[in-house]
Structures are given as structure tokens and as C-alpha cells.
């Protein structure tokens, strides 16, 4: 069999040799197998054409084998005309822990120098695979980007794991713990705040601790080490662990069941939407006469672009206040979003009533509105948002509300953080401001971070220093205005909002290093965006420093995180 078979793995300079590989599979009856198809997306087109013109007389014996990823460039006539199989990881933590025991013969656990600690740090690898797998149910609160993590990443830990304890004379902890965290798990991750969740995740399943017998991994203790055994002991161990596991066996509150459900739930009624009849029908008169209202509201409500000219002239650019550019450049990137709003809407009434010609665009707007989403030809101009479209249209009224009300009557006391449309460039302006006020290196100066007890409407006059600000909301925590620190969320409450917050800018600032937790904060609940060049999403916006009474790790698993604009 294996003079029949060829195999290569796609990529860049790859494909003419795949081409003649399957051309003479095809004349002389070869198994041909093509793996990881969805590097090479340029070259799936000629793989569509030689698959379409496979000629009468091809060999019986010839078979093309593809591999690849989930990827939208797959041909989709491939797909339809071959047999399709799936390999994903068993869902459960009690099923994907079987599966990596029964992936290695019950000899293998014998083989080591060290077989005690092999064998138990071997659990504690396969309890971080299943974890890290699992934890993508969850969505941002699991990981900010789902990652692929594979049986082959943990396979490559087993044999590094097998291959030092032989060498080492104790275990080396340090070089494992790097090794999986940092290369064979961590090189997938491109995200830094998820690299600090994997290790942290790491760290307490690959630790000392983990030699010793009862060693818990979740703090109901229904997942610990057990003394050392054979391959079958363990897995009538693990048989005893439930079939769904909770929340807190991935540290996190129970309250990400719900944002689990509520995921799922939006994502099956997104797929209903998208498969939903085009088709003209009886009701196409009815359906017209909604989006015509529809959109006379949103006409009604969202106002006119601004005057930039005006903004220009009452705010000029000024070495000693930075916020006025800003200001006059969140007016431009509003403008842009307002001027599309009202252009389209107005098209789109007159093409209703056959005055112009119903483009792709004005009708890809008419099925939006009518099932209340926001049109893509906006979001292309518009700030992130998860909002539906109702929602939206408030919220984008209270912006310009915020905009208009800063032009007209000066720096406001509090800043609505939630209602800029490019948040970074307020925050750049506003230690610009304080460098230049004392004459000073802008790379000298960070924010320091105090939260205030009053509320924003009872605050008449901004600090000397720095701004306030708020419109923040907590998840996965909640705020506790008495004690004045993060605690656990109550029951059922998936976000909790933030008490105004005094962003004071310090010079050398030494950052504490016990009793807070470092949140970092996004424009929207999803927290996935663009690599920007910086090394961070471009739905990132700043580190706060949260005083907590618990350790950082204990909210890193919790995956709490600050957001500037909730998805209702």
C-alpha cells in the first residue's frame, strides 16, 4: 500500500507539484493525498478545475485524499461530490480525557524512568488539553479568539514530558511549563491576553502540586489527582467525572452557562435568518410597508452630519488642548457614518416606489431592516457594535447627542468613554495634555486609576488632572461599591456597571503588584478584533487596575474584562 500512496503538504511553492502528483494518480491508479488544503487558498481553484476535468478512462484505483481546516475558499463542488468526514474533539471534559488515554498503548505509561510522575503529570497535561478545548464553548469569556488547538499539540507535551524526566534528575517544571505554554499551545495564540489565560491555566494544572495525591483542579474538588495507577485505573476514574461539566471546572462562574445558552441560542436563530426564503410572496407588499417605516424612524432620529467647518472654528488646533483635535476628528468619522445612513435610506425609499434602480446594496439594507439588523454597508463605516439594529440606532443617537453637547457647550466634567467612536485617540489626547501642561515626555506618563463613589450626574467640574470618565460594564465580576473591589457576580447578572472612574495621568509610574487585577478593556462584548501593530486587538482600548481581594489568577480564569458597549 505504501508504493501506492503519495502524500504532500500544501503551501507556497506547493501547488505544481500537487498538480503532478494528481495527474499521475489519476493515470496510473495512485492514493493521492493532499493535506492542510487551507494554506493554500490561491491554489484551491486549479484543485475545483482538475477535479472537474478528471477524464472518462481514469484509473479504478485512483483516490484524492483531502485534509484541511474549516475554510470558505474549499470549493464547494469538491465538497458536494466527495465523502466527507469529520474529526473534532470529543465535547466533554470526561470524553476528551478518555480519548487522550485511549490515543497511547497501556505499555507507553511504563516506558519512563520516572513512571509515578510521568503518569501524573500526564493526567495533569491531558486535564489542560481537555480544558483549553473546552473553555471555546464559552466565547470571549473562554478565549477571545477560538482557537484550533489539536491532539497533536498535547502529543508533542507527552513526548517532551517523556523525553526530560528521563534527562532530568528532578522534574523540570520550568522547562515543561514553557515549552507547552509558551510553543506548542502558546504558538497558536496571537492574542497576549489569551497567552496570560493559557499560562495561568498551565501553571496550575503542570505544577508541584499535581505529585501529590488529592491535588484539586477545580475547586469543588470533583476533578483531583489520585494515587498513581495503571492506564485502567484512570479511566475508571475519569468515567466517574460527570458528562457536562460546570462553569467552575474551567474556573469560571456559573453564570457562563447562561452566556453559553445565550450564544447558541442567537447563533441557531442567525442560521434561520440566513437560510430564510428571498422569494417574492403575498406578504411582499406587508413586508415593503415595514421597512418603509422602519426607515422614515431612523430618518427621524438620527441626526444630520455635522458642521466640521464650525467644529474647526470654535475648537482650532491648540498645543494646550488636545481633546479639541479630537473632537473635530470624532465629527469627521461620524459624518461618514451619517452621511451613508441618510444616502442609502433615501435610495432605498425611492427604489421601493420604482423611482431608481434596486441595487445589491439597497437590497442587501431593505432585508436588514426588516429583520432588524444592522446593514453591512454601515457597520463598513460605523464603530464595532453587537447591537441590534433598534438598539443601535439609539445608541448612535445618544453619540452624536454626546458629540453635539461637547461642541456646544464646552469640555463636559465626565466623559461618556462608551460614546466615542475611536475611544484610543480621546485617552492618547488626554496625557498628551498632561505632558505638555508640565513639559514633559509623553513616554513618561501612564494612567493611574482611582474610582469615585459619586455619581456622574452629581460631578459638576473635571479634575485638574487627567479626566473622568464612564460607561464602563464589568463581565464576570461585578463591582462591589462598599468594599470598593471586584467580587464574585451575583446569580443570573452577566454584567454589572462601573462607578466613574478618575483616569489621573503619574510620571514613572510604579504599577502595584498585589491586591489588583489587570483588566483589559474592549469597545464590544465579542473583545476579538485585528492584530493591529501594536500587539493588540483593535477592539482593545486600555489596562485597568482593579483592587481585588482574590488573586489575579483567580479572574484571569474567570476571564473577566471591562467593555465600553453591551450587545442590547
Not at 447558541?264 to 417574492?280: C, D, K, N, V, Y
Not at 480621546?426 to 515626555?441: C, D, M, P, V, W
Not at 464612564?470 to 462601573?498: F, V
Amino acid at each position: 500500500m505504501q508504493k501506492r500512496l503519495v502524500f504532500i503538504s500544501l503551501g507556497q511553492g506547493q501547488g505544481p507539484k500537487s498538480e503532478r502528483m494528481v495527474k499521475d494518480g489519476v493515470e496510473n491508479g495512485m492514493w493521492v493525498l493532499l493535506q492542510n488544503c487551507h494554506l493554500a487558498t490561491s491554489w484551491m481553484p486549479t484543485l475545483e478545475r482538475l477535479v472537474e476535468n478528471f477524464p472518462d478512462n481514469t484509473n479504478a484505483a485512483f483516490r484524492l485524499w483531502l485534509t484541511s481546516m474549516p475554510s470558505a475558499a474549499f470549493p464547494v463542488a469538491i465538497l458536494q461530490n466527495g465523502v466527507k468526514m469529520t474529526n473534532e474533539p470529543p465535547k466533554g471534559m470526561r470524553a476528551n480525557v478518555t480519548r487522550s488515554y485511549l490515543s497511547y498503548p497501556p505499555d507507553f505509561f511504563e516506558r519512563s524512568k520516572k513512571v509515578p510522575d510521568f503518569k501524573k503529570l500526564f493526567f495533569g497535561l491531558c486535564y489542560f488539553h481537555a480544558l483549553i478545548q473546552e473553555r471555546r464553548k464559552f466565547g470571549p469569556l473562554g478565549w477571545n479568539i477560538a482557537y484550533e488547538f489539536t491532539h497533536g499539540d498535547l502529543h508533542c507535551c507527552i513526548r517532551q514530558l517523556h523525553d526530560f524526566l528521563d534527562k532530568y534528575d528532578q522534574v523540570p517544571f520550568k522547562v515543561i511549563t514553557f515549552l507547552s505554554g509558551q510553543i506548542n499551545y502558546g504558538g497558536r495564540v496571537t492574542d497576549d491576553w489569551d497567552r496570560r489565560t493559557l499560562i495561568t491555566l498551565l501553571d496550575a494544572c503542570v505544577c508541584p502540586a499535581l505529585l501529590d495525591v488529592g491535588y484539586e483542579l477545580s475547586p469543588s474538588a470533583v476533578y483531583q489527582t489520585i494515587a498513581v495507577t495503571d492506564q485502567p485505573g484512570y479511566l475508571e476514574y475519569i468515567s466517574g467525572w460527570p458528562i457536562n461539566a460546570a462553569p467552575e471546572a474551567f474556573g469560571l462562574h456559573d453564570n457562563a452557562d447562561i452566556t453559553c445558552a445565550r450564544a447558541e441560542t442567537f447563533q441557531t436563530l442567525g442560521t434561520i435568518l440566513s437560510i430564510e426564503p428571498r422569494t417574492a410572496s403575498a406578504a411582499g407588499a406587508d413586508k415593503d410597508e415595514g421597512v418603509i417605516e422602519a426607515a422614515n424612524s431612523i430618518l427621524g432620529k438620527v441626526r444630520q452630519p455635522f458642521d466640521v467647518a464650525e467644529f474647526s472654528k470654535n475648537y482650532p488646533t491648540q498645543y494646550e488642548q488636545s481633546l479639541n483635535t479630537v473632537l473635530v476628528q470624532e465629527a469627521i468619522r461620524f459624518n461618514r457614518l451619517l452621511d451613508i445612513i441618510h444616502k442609502s435610506l433615501k435610495d432605498l425609499l425611492k427604489a421601493i416606489k420604482g423611482l431608481v434602480v434596486m441595487s445589491a446594496d439597497l437590497e442587501a439594507v431593505l432585508v436588514s431592516l426588516s429583520n432588524n439588523q444592522v446593514p453591512k454597508l454601515w457597520e463598513a463605516k460605523a464603530y464595532p457594535s453587537l447591537k441590534p439594529l433598534a438598539a443601535w440606532v439609539l445608541d448612535l443617537q445618544q453619540r452624536t447627542d454626546f458629540i453635539d453637547s461637547w461642541f456646544k457647550n464646552g469640555l463636559p466634567p465626565t466623559f461618556w468613554l462608551s460614546g466615542f467612536y475611536f475611544p484610543q485617540a480621546f485617552l492618547t489626547g488626554t496625557l498628551q495634555n498632561f505632558a505638555r501642561k508640565h513639559q514633559i515626555s509623553i513616554d513618561t506618563v501612564s494612567f493611574g486609576f482611582q474610582y469615585l463613589t459619586p455619581e456622574v450626574n452629581t460631578i459638576t467640574e473635571g479634575p485638574e488632572d487627567g479626566v473622568y470618565i464612564y460607561g464602563l460594564h464589568i463581565e464576570g465580576a461585578r463591582w462591589d461599591s462598599n468594599a470598593k473591589r471586584i467580587d464574585e457576580s451575583l446569580p443570573k447578572q452577566l454584567y454589572t456597571e462601573m462607578p466613574v472612574v478618575w483616569l489621573n495621568p503619574v510620571v514613572d509610574r510604579a504599577a502595584p503588584t498585589k491586591g489588583i487585577y489587570i483588566s483589559p478593556c474592549y469597545k464590544t462584548l465579542r473583545r476579538a478584533g485585528t492584530l493591529s501593530t501594536t500587539g493588540h486587538s483593535t477592539n482593545y482600548v486600555l489596562s485597568f487596575e482593579l483592587p481585588s481581594s482574590q488573586p489575579e489568577s483567580h479572574w484571569i480564569k474567570r476571564g473577566v474584562a471591562l467593555v465600553l458597549a453591551l450587545d442590547f
